[in-house]
């Protein structure tokens, strides 16, 4: 069974940093893509940030240049620093990799159940 995790939501002043961790467990035979989305109150889930084969990275417009992305392979883990918080990126995270699980032949999406971040003004 596939897991992902997330931590390292909390409170933050704007202008603030948070740094957010994601590792996925259980048996995977290979991870393509890994990203963050995240869902604030009334809107519709968005894309943050993803990163593909360690190497590709991608960005919404409203987070370039603020928030990083990476991965460690060895670790199947995920990472997002954010830094030069706005209120508006106030909402649920959500960690997502897409994968083979040991056994399997094609990719699926995993998430996790989500970290609240909330950045006051």
């Known amino acids: 069974q596939v897991q992902l995790v997330e931590s390292g939501g909390g409170l933050v002043q704007a202008g603030g940093s948070l740094r957010l961790s994601c590792a996925a467990s259980?048996?995977?035979?290979?991870?393509?893509?890994m990203g963050w989305y995240r869902q604030a109150p009334g809107k519709q889930r968005e894309l943050v940030a993803v990163?593909?084969?360690?190497?590709?990275?991608n960005y919404a417009d409203s987070v370039k240049g603020r928030f990083t992305i990476s991965r460690d392979n060895a670790k199947n883990a995920v990472y997002l620093q954010m830094n030069s918080l706005k209120p508006e990126d106030t909402g649920v995270y959500y960690c997502?990799?897409?994968?083979?699980?040991?056994?399997?032949?094609?990719?699926?999406?995993?998430w996790g159940q989500g970290t609240q971040v909330t950045v006051s003004s």
């Open positions: 997502n990799a897409n994968l083979i699980p040991s056994g399997r032949v094609s990719y699926t999406d995993y």
């Open positions: 259980g048996s995977i035979f290979t991870i393509k893509r």
């Open positions: 990163i593909i084969s360690g190497v590709d990275r």
